[in-house]
């Protein structure tokens, strides 16, 4: 995720944009002058196939999210039961 914070190829593509409305780089020569530009994506690219989650679909994330709320309510109950039996013992 860090690598996908710090990514930002906006000002790459504006500068080349700009080189090449002014002149010093020419139409024909994008594609080389694109390369930085291509090593940044394959990063990105990199980056996202870290990421856990994101080729799961809305309906098991739901699923998964309705179990992680339901395991917090059965900790939540067993923690109020530990609590009253501790003050009873008191």
């Given at each position: 995720?860090?690598?996908?914070?710090?990514?930002?190829?906006?000002?790459?593509?504006?500068?080349?944009?700009?080189?090449?409305?002014?002149?010093?780089?020419?139409v024909k020569d994008v594609?080389?002058?694109?390369?930085?530009?291509?090593?940044?994506?394959?990063?990105?690219?990199?980056?996202?196939?870290?990421?856990?989650?994101?080729?799961?679909?809305?309906?098991?994330?739901?699923?998964?999210?309705?179990?992680?709320?339901?395991?917090?309510?059965?900790?939540?109950?067993?923690?109020?039961?530990?609590?009253?039996?501790?003050?009873?013992?008191?």
């Amino acid at each position: 995720i860090e690598v996908l914070e710090k990514l930002d190829l906006m000002p790459h593509v504006q500068d080349l944009l700009t080189r090449v409305l002014s002149g010093n780089v020419l139409v024909k020569d994008v594609d080389n002058e694109a390369g930085s530009i291509r090593v940044k994506l394959a990063k990105a690219k990199s980056g996202l196939r870290e990421l856990t989650g994101l080729n799961e679909t809305i309906m098991s994330r739901r699923e998964r999210i309705n179990k992680l709320q339901l395991n917090i309510q059965q900790k939540q109950l067993l923690l109020q039961q530990f609590k009253r039996i501790i003050d009873q013992n008191q």
